[in-house]
Every structure is written in structure tokens, then in C-alpha cells.
């Protein structure tokens, strides 16, 4: 009897554990059963369908399929990634995503002879195995091996859709191509359309491939930055436009031009709403009287674009206000004018509900060390860092409704034996911006612990990150201290009012050895709810997030 009663209450405890809640505010973290093989690390979860969740975790060099169960998220099956080979060359591991509610993975590869760049799909069975099928999505002739370009993914905002982006540099013929296709639930190709663009190489240019989107009209968009100096005329030539493909016209390309004068366009975030609107908005640099751009951030510019007639209805140049500016560059160069460091990488772009928008834009370093070792087995030390975040909320009519500054400081160090962990997102005067997105090959080594969720929810924005305990009702950034060990985070949240300033929120009862929430590791399944991934070195689980009424 009395075992019974110990089995009993050894049960009802693991349960206790199994189902811990974390309380933050109005959000209430629950997290599953514990992931028994936790040498593995969960770097996406993409997507819940039919019962189970999909995720994909990593160890050194090799990717897995987890499959688990949503109702109490314990683990199903683990399943390592291995795709066939192509011509007797391996298929590389690219992402994984989900398209309506089927799963696929994808791989790439060159083909030196051919010179050729090939995507294959291949669908997640319910087990969590591959199927035997490989579907091509591309074959892209390139030029060779160096500029065999980068694939790039993004999801439709109702998820039944996938866009993706090849895009490359062709160096001799002084061109950008790019190709970009709208695929389906079966990965039947929706839109296609491949193009090279001309530029003149000169040693100033700076030619960007600033954001692509689709719509919930499943219209594809692309938007194309070209910015250079002409010392003759002393002045700064920009090219701002954007390259339109429309369900409605068959998907033949519309340019859309939006024109401005003494100013430089730094990065973009875009998005289409429902109304028919296109809105792109990021930061921008002054221009000199020689020509010259400043390359320090003056401000955010807001532009909307009506889908149906491409007219640009509204462009919009706010000036960071004085008390931004202090936040973020000190008193003392504030009143001096000064501008702020481009250190800033746009982390989102939301609509509010009265058609206006909030713009997150998060402080990003790393920092390479110096190699230590011999050839092939040299080391190199990576540095993270993901410090304070700007919001800017702005009005419908694209002038700003307040600004303010989310005060933390993170950082998350590891080594590496390669280099080169952004690939092809910048290649000489060639890039196509990810925004705040890490490839997948550094996920898993610390700074998923870092950056933030920002969740927009009944006309209010909370964002959720790790901080240090010593941050406890800190709001001053002056006063903020360090997340070094981010083992030892405990999530905080700022809520915003209506007027722009915020209410820190803190973990009332933090347990001793916590999970610690990853950030840059989740899925939303509704506007009030989320998939999450926490871990403390040798634990790991699945978890919800959801938020109060």
C-alpha cells in the first residue's frame, strides 16, 4: 500500500512538473512533457496539424524531424533528415515549413557541371519520416560555384502558401537575378518569374534585394534599392521601386516607382493588407550637399501603395523626435543633432486595428574574433548582441504616433570551426536583407535565447523577452545590466498604452532552475496563443503561451 500511495505521488508530481505554469502579467507559459533526448536542440517549430506538432532540432551538423503530441506534447517519433542524393552530389538540408497543413523539407544543390542551382521538396509523412518522392522546384542556371546565389523562404499570412527566392549575383555581366516562386499545399507552382536585373558596377553602389511578401490575395511582391553617388553632379541617385505580380492581371510584372530627393534609403519591411494597401517602412540617412549619404539613421519613412491603380498614395519622412534620440545615442550628441548608428535591424512590421502600424526595430552586432588552431581546425569565437528595440507606432496617414525604446541588453557568445555564417545575404555591394532572421546553422548554439516576441492582442503590443534578475522593474536604460548568461533568464514583457509608454511586467515567483524560454524558437497558433520552445542545459519542452482576454 504504501508503494502505491509513493508511485502515486511520484506521479502526481512529474505531472505538477510536466505542466508547470509561468505567470507574466496577463501571460501564462505551460509547458509539456520533458524531451528525454535533449541532446538534440529544437530550432524551429513548423507548424501543429491534425493532433501533432512538427518541429526540427539539430545536433552538430545533422537535422531531425521531431513529431509530438499537442495534447500533452511529449514526443512521438525522432527522425534524422536524410535526403537522397542528386547526381551523386548531396542534397544540403535548407528549411523546413509547413504549406496548409502538410509539412515539407528542402534541400538544395549545385550542380558544378551544369551550373546549376537546384531546390527539391519533399513532404513530412504523420510519422515524421520523409517520403520517397523528391519534388524540383528550381533549376536556376548561374554563372559558378561563387555566385551560385542563396534560396530564401517565406510564408503567406493565411500559411496555404509558400513564396520562395533564389537570388545571384552574376559579377561579369553586371546583373542581379532572381527568381521567385508562389507554390501550393502539393507544391504546384502558383506564380513564377525569373529576371536579371542590370546595374552599373562602381565602387559606391549599394544594390539590395530589400524585401519580398505575398498577400492574402496571393499577389507576390518584391522591392528592389539601388543607391550611388555621382560626384560630377554631387548628388545621391536612389532607385526605390517596387516589382508587383498580381492574381488578377496573370501575374505579369508592374514596376512601381516611388521617387523622393536627398535622402537614402537604409532597409524595408513590407506589407499588404487587406484593404488593398501596400505599405513599406523602414529607415532612412540624409544626404550631404556633395551627394554623399550620411549612412546614420535620420528617421522612419512610411509609404503606401494602392495595390490596384499602383499609385503611391502617401510617402511620409519622420525625423526621430529629441527624447528617441537620448535613449538611444545620449543627451550630450542629441542636442548636437546627431544621428543614430545603422546598428538597427528591422525585427517586424504589425497593423493595428485602426490602420495604422507599429515598426520594431531591434540593435544587432556580432562580432567575429580572431581564429585560434591550424588550417581547417582553427577556431572562431562569434559574439551576439541583441540590445534595446525601437517602436515606432505611426498613424494611418503615415506621419509617427509615438516612439519609444524597449531598454535590455543581451548577448550570447559560442565557437565555431566555419566562417562565412550568413552565406549569401551579403555578397560585396550585393544583399538581400533577412532582417533580424539567424540561419539555422547557428540556432542551437545560444542566440535563440535572445531578441524578442512581439505580440499585438486586442489593440495592445506586449513584447516578451529574457532578461536578468538584477532588471527587476528597471525601465531606465541607463541602468540596465546584462543578460551574459542567458541559463539564468527569467522572462520580462512591456506592455504599451495608448500614449506610447509602457508597464514593465516580471515573473512574480521565479523557480530555481527554471526553463528559459527561447524567443527566436515559436509558432503562432492564434492571435492569443503560441508554441514555444524552453530549455535549461540538460531539459527540454514544448510549451503554450497564451494571453488573457
Same mark, same amino acid.
Given at each position: 500500500?504504501?508503494?502505491?500511495?509513493?508511485?502515486?505521488?511520484?506521479?502526481?508530481?512529474?505531472?505538477?512538473?510536466?505542466?508547470?505554469?509561468? @505567470?507574466?502579467?496577463?501571460?501564462?507559459?505551460?509547458?509539456?512533457?520533458?524531451?528525454?533526448?535533449?541532446? &538534440?536542440k529544437i530550432v524551429r517549430i513548423a507548424g501543429e496539424a491534425d493532433g501533432k506538432i512538427y518541429a526540427l532540432a539539430n545536433k552538430k551538423k545533422k537535422f531531425y524531424i521531431k513529431v509530438f503530441k499537442s495534447s500533452d506534447m511529449s514526443i512521438?517519433?525522432?527522425?534524422?533528415? /536524410?535526403?537522397? $542524393?542528386?547526381?551523386?552530389?548531396?542534397?544540403?538540408?535548407?528549411?523546413?515549413?509547413?504549406?496548409?497543413?502538410?509539412?515539407?523539407?528542402?534541400?538544395?544543390?549545385?550542380?558544378?557541371?551544369?551550373?546549376?542551382?537546384?531546390?527539391?521538396?519533399?513532404?513530412?509523412?504523420? $510519422?515524421?519520416?520523409?517520403?520517397?518522392?523528391?519534388?524540383?522546384?528550381?533549376?536556376?542556371?548561374?554563372? #559558378?560555384?561563387?555566385? @551560385?546565389?542563396?534560396?530564401?523562404?517565406?510564408? %503567406?499570412?493565411?500559411?496555404?502558401? &509558400?513564396?520562395?527566392?533564389?537570388?545571384?549575383?552574376?559579377?561579369?555581366?553586371?546583373?542581379?537575378?532572381?527568381?521567385?516562386?508562389?507554390?501550393?499545399?502539393?507544391?504546384?507552382?502558383?506564380?513564377?518569374?525569373?529576371?536579371?536585373?542590370?546595374?552599373?558596377?562602381?565602387?559606391?553602389?549599394?544594390?539590395?534585394?530589400?524585401?519580398? /511578401?505575398?498577400?492574402?490575395?496571393?499577389?507576390?511582391?518584391?522591392?528592389?534599392?539601388?543607391?550611388?553617388?555621382?560626384?560630377?553632379?554631387?548628388?545621391?541617385?536612389?532607385?526605390?521601386?517596387?516589382?508587383? !505580380?498580381?492574381?488578377?492581371?496573370?501575374?505579369?510584372?508592374?514596376?512601381?516607382?516611388?521617387?523622393?530627393?536627398?535622402?537614402?534609403?537604409?532597409?524595408?519591411?513590407?506589407?499588404?493588407?487587406?484593404?488593398?494597401?501596400?505599405?513599406?517602412?523602414?529607415?532612412? $540617412?540624409?544626404?550631404?550637399?556633395?551627394?554623399?549619404?550620411?549612412?546614420?539613421?535620420?528617421?522612419?519613412?512610411?509609404?503606401?501603395?494602392?495595390?490596384?491603380?499602383?499609385?503611391?498614395?502617401?510617402?511620409?519622412?519622420?525625423?526621430?523626435?529629441? /527624447?528617441? #534620440?537620448?535613449?538611444?545615442?545620449?543627451?550630450?550628441?542629441?542636442?548636437?543633432?546627431?544621428?543614430?548608428?545603422?546598428?538597427?535591424?528591422?525585427?517586424?512590421?504589425?497593423?493595428?486595428?485602426?490602420?495604422?502600424?507599429?515598426?520594431?526595430?531591434?540593435?544587432?552586432?556580432?562580432?567575429?574574433?580572431?581564429?585560434?588552431?591550424?588550417?581547417?581546425?582553427?577556431?572562431?569565437?562569434?559574439?551576439?548582441?541583441?540590445?534595446?528595440?525601437?517602436?515606432?507606432?505611426?498613424?494611418?496617414?503615415?506621419?509617427?504616433?509615438?516612439?519609444?525604446?524597449?531598454?535590455?541588453?543581451?548577448?550570447?557568445?559560442?565557437?565555431?570551426?566555419?566562417?562565412?555564417?550568413?552565406?549569401?545575404?551579403?555578397?560585396?555591394?550585393?544583399?538581400?536583407?533577412?532582417?533580424?532572421?539567424?540561419?539555422?546553422?547557428?540556432?542551437?548554439?545560444?542566440?535563440?535565447?535572445?531578441?524578442?516576441?512581439?505580440?499585438?492582442?486586442?489593440?495592445?503590443?506586449?513584447?516578451?523577452?529574457?532578461?536578468?534578475?538584477?532588471?527587476?522593474?528597471?525601465?531606465?536604460?541607463?541602468?540596465? #545590466?546584462?543578460?551574459?548568461?542567458?541559463?539564468?533568464?527569467?522572462?520580462?514583457?512591456?506592455?504599451?498604452?495608448?500614449?506610447?509608454?509602457?508597464?514593465?511586467? /516580471?515573473?512574480?515567483?521565479?523557480?530555481?532552475?527554471?526553463?528559459?524560454?527561447?524567443?527566436?524558437? !515559436?509558432?503562432?497558433?492564434?492571435?492569443?496563443?503560441?508554441?514555444?520552445? %524552453?530549455?535549461?542545459?540538460?531539459?527540454?519542452?514544448?510549451?503554450?503561451?497564451?494571453?488573457?482576454?
Amino acid at each position: 500500500m504504501k508503494k502505491n500511495y509513493l508511485l502515486l505521488a511520484c506521479g502526481l508530481l512529474f505531472t505538477m512538473l510536466s505542466f508547470s505554469q509561468i @505567470q507574466v502579467g496577463d501571460f501564462t507559459i505551460t509547458h509539456g512533457a520533458e524531451i528525454e533526448d535533449n541532446s &538534440l536542440k529544437i530550432v524551429r517549430i513548423a507548424g501543429e496539424a491534425d493532433g501533432k506538432i512538427y518541429a526540427l532540432a539539430n545536433k552538430k551538423k545533422k537535422f531531425y524531424i521531431k513529431v509530438f503530441k499537442s495534447s500533452d506534447m511529449s514526443i512521438i517519433s525522432t527522425n534524422e533528415i /536524410d535526403l537522397s $542524393s542528386f547526381k551523386d552530389r548531396s542534397i544540403d538540408f535548407e528549411e523546413v515549413g509547413m504549406i496548409g497543413n502538410k509539412v515539407y523539407v528542402f534541400g538544395s544543390v549545385y550542380d558544378k557541371k551544369a551550373k546549376t542551382a537546384h531546390l527539391f521538396g519533399v513532404e513530412v509523412m504523420e $510519422s515524421g519520416k520523409l517520403a520517397n518522392e523528391q519534388v524540383k522546384l528550381f533549376s536556376t542556371e548561374v554563372t #559558378k560555384k561563387r555566385e @551560385q546565389g542563396a534560396f530564401y523562404f517565406k510564408d %503567406s499570412p493565411a500559411g496555404d502558401r &509558400l513564396l520562395i527566392m533564389h537570388a545571384a549575383l552574376f559579377d561579369k555581366e553586371e546583373v542581379i537575378q532572381y527568381e521567385i516562386k508562389l507554390l501550393n499545399e502539393n507544391l504546384d507552382t502558383v506564380m513564377s518569374h525569373i529576371e536579371k536585373v542590370p546595374f552599373e558596377d562602381r565602387r559606391d553602389l549599394e544594390f539590395t534585394i530589400a524585401d519580398y /511578401d505575398v498577400s492574402v490575395d496571393d499577389d507576390v511582391f518584391l522591392v528592389i534599392n539601388e543607391s550611388f553617388r555621382d560626384k560630377k553632379a554631387k548628388t545621391n541617385n536612389e532607385k526605390f521601386q517596387v516589382h508587383a !505580380f498580381k492574381s488578377s492581371k496573370g501575374y505579369a510584372k508592374e514596376v512601381i516607382d516611388i521617387k523622393f530627393q536627398d535622402k537614402e534609403i537604409i532597409n524595408c519591411e513590407m506589407l499588404a493588407n487587406k484593404e488593398g494597401l501596400l505599405h513599406l517602412v523602414g529607415f532612412y $540617412s540624409s544626404v550631404r550637399k556633395n551627394g554623399k549619404a550620411n549612412k546614420e539613421l535620420k528617421g522612419i519613412y512610411a509609404a503606401a501603395i494602392k495595390v490596384s491603380n499602383n499609385e503611391v498614395e502617401r510617402l511620409n519622412f519622420n525625423e526621430f523626435d529629441y /527624447d528617441t #534620440k537620448v535613449k538611444l545615442i545620449g543627451e550630450r550628441r542629441a542636442k548636437k543633432g546627431k544621428d543614430v548608428k545603422p546598428l538597427y535591424v528591422t525585427h517586424s512590421l504589425i497593423e493595428k486595428n485602426d490602420g495604422g502600424l507599429i515598426l520594431l526595430s531591434e540593435y544587432q552586432l556580432i562580432i567575429q574574433g580572431r581564429s585560434s588552431g591550424i588550417g581547417p581546425l582553427a577556431f572562431t569565437p562569434i559574439t551576439f548582441i541583441n540590445n534595446e528595440i525601437i517602436v515606432t507606432s505611426l498613424n494611418p496617414d503615415g506621419t509617427v504616433a509615438w516612439s519609444n525604446v524597449i531598454p535590455k541588453k543581451q548577448k550570447a557568445a559560442y565557437t565555431t570551426l566555419s566562417l562565412g555564417i550568413f552565406g549569401f545575404s551579403n555578397q560585396g555591394n550585393f544583399s538581400v536583407s533577412a532582417g533580424i532572421m539567424v540561419p539555422l546553422t547557428v540556432m542551437g548554439k545560444g542566440p535563440e535565447y535572445l531578441s524578442a516576441m512581439p505580440i499585438y492582442h486586442n489593440d495592445k503590443l506586449t513584447v516578451i523577452f529574457n532578461d536578468n534578475t538584477k532588471n527587476y522593474g528597471v525601465t531606465d536604460i541607463e541602468k540596465i #545590466k546584462w543578460l551574459g548568461n542567458y541559463n539564468k533568464a527569467v522572462p520580462a514583457a512591456m506592455t504599451f498604452n495608448d500614449d506610447g509608454s509602457f508597464t514593465r511586467l /516580471d515573473q512574480e515567483n521565479v523557480e530555481k532552475y527554471q526553463l528559459v524560454l527561447r524567443p527566436r524558437v !515559436f509558432y503562432r497558433t492564434s492571435p492569443s496563443e503560441y508554441i514555444i520552445y %524552453s530549455s535549461r542545459k540538460s531539459k527540454d519542452k514544448l510549451g503554450r503561451m497564451s494571453v488573457g482576454q
